[in-house]
């Protein structure tokens, strides 16, 4: 993959992007723990003539996790972003816990956004501290403890492939194991061990856990652009709830619910479905 890696200033802090492909620029907010070195989904869209545009979001990556005070100075910085390459109208994508960035900037900008999809995203209050998740993610991912967590996993998986995705998996599907495995395909056990490998959490996640709740219903009412919601049927980490909440509140959406084994909706048998979705919508939707 052609990926070019940048940083520029936004408000005296330092804002990491990437730019990958060319042509039709969609904006993407990548999942938690992730960066602007995300891979999942974008193989297509480039192959098909886009170009992604990725900031590492706020305290993930190169960027300051000063900007992550709030999701709106966050924003302030990625519409500064699109000002710095010259961009109008863009798409924009927003991917699991990426999601109350995406739902905060096409409410903030609308005049930018073209058509909105949110992928296994997150649109309203997600991990709490009553929920075991949450104890758990507070305390492998607080930094710096989790660099070693990360690099640890990483260690393991590139030892032992099979027997982390069958541990992990099931962290992402309401599937059994069995199920997940005969879903599975053949490249699922590779893509997990690349993700384990380029994951870091940095000050990120946990500010993506301190700022879902701050979405509010009427936000997603201001959108008026297209938008797709996509989703796992089978996605434990974050509940169909989250993908009915998107749809009943944004204005012009289309619900598409994949039978994939999980969460990462790019993964296994039927995940084609979920690129086919995609470039049929932005084609639909051209700037």
Not at 116 to 135: H, I, N, S
Not at 177 to 193: L, M, N, Q, Y
């Given at each position: ?60 990556g190169g960027t300051s996790k000063e900007l992550g005070s709030s ?217």
């Amino acid at each position: 993959m052609n990926r070019r890696v940048d940083v520029c200033r936004s408000e005296d802090q330092s804002l990491e992007y990437s730019v990958a492909g060319e042509g039709e620029p969609i904006l993407v907010m990548h999942g938690g723990h992730s960066n602007c070195y995300e891979e999942f989904g974008y193989e297509a869209l480039i192959r098909q003539g886009y170009s992604l545009i990725t900031p590492s979001r706020a305290g993930y990556g190169g960027t300051s996790k000063e900007l992550g005070s709030s999701l709106t100075r966050a924003c302030r910085a990625y519409n500064g972003l699109l000002d710095r390459l010259q961009l109008g109208k863009v798409h924009l994508l927003a991917v699991s816990a990426g999601g109350p960035s995406g739902i905060r900037f096409a409410s903030l900008y609308p005049e930018r956004i073209r058509t909105f999809t949110l992928q296994c995203a997150v649109t309203k209050a997600w991990l709490t501290p009553q929920d075991k998740e949450y104890r758990v993610a507070r305390l492998l991912f607080r930094p710096p403890a989790e660099e070693a967590v990360w690099k640890l996993l990483g260690r393991l998986n590139n030892r032992f492939p099979s027997f982390i995705f069958r541990q992990m998996a099931p962290s992402f599907s309401t599937l059994s194991r069995s199920e997940i495995v005969a879903k599975a395909g053949e490249g699922d056990w590779e893509a997990i061990r690349r993700m384990n490998n380029r994951q870091r959490s940095g000050h990120g996640f946990f500010i993506d856990l301190s700022q879902t709740g701050d979405i509010v219903p009427t936000e997603l009412e201001n959108v008026r652009c297209p938008a797709l919601v996509l989703h796992s049927k089978n996605d434990r980490l974050v509940s169909l709830e989250h993908a009915f909440h998107a749809h009943r509140h944004l204005p012009q959406s289309e619900l598409r619910l994949l039978d994939t084994w999980g969460h990462l909706i790019w993964l296994g048998k039927g995940a084609e479905e979920t690129d086919e979705a995609m470039l049929a919508f932005l084609r639909g939707n051209r700037i």
